[in-house]
């Protein structure tokens, strides 16, 4: 195979993969804006304390380990509610802060 060759096909899967993640992204997204959010009447939000607006600045959803949601995201997964999305800027008392 050419050097040109191979680089022409390098090329052309790196573009596959580019347009694969922007895709997944944009469905990532548009998924989560589907996704009911926490209600703060849960028994588990009840029993953890949650509460959409963290009243500690330096501990949110968004940095804790069990969120899931990307950083620039209003509302994002979590591990403890399934099928449910908190508010990045949440809290609630299993709060642990991101690993890294
Ligand atoms: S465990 Fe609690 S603090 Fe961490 S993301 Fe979930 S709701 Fe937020």
Request: aromatic content about 8%; glycine content about 10%; overall charge positive.
């Amino acid at each position: 195979m050419t050097k040109s060759r191979r680089l022409f096909l390098c090329t052309l899967g790196t573009g596959a993969v580019a347009i694969s993640l922007g895709t997944l992204t944009r469905q990532g997204i548009a998924l989560a804006a589907d996704i009911p959010k926490v209600d703060l009447n849960d028994p588990t939000a009840k029993a953890l304390e949650y509460v959409h607006e963290s009243p500690d600045a330096a501990k949110l959803c968004v940095g804790c380990q069990l969120y899931t949601g990307t950083a620039d995201a209003d509302w994002g997964p979590c591990a403890i509610f399934p099928g449910k999305v908190v508010n990045a800027k949440g809290w609630c008392k299993s709060w642990i802060a991101k690993a890294g």
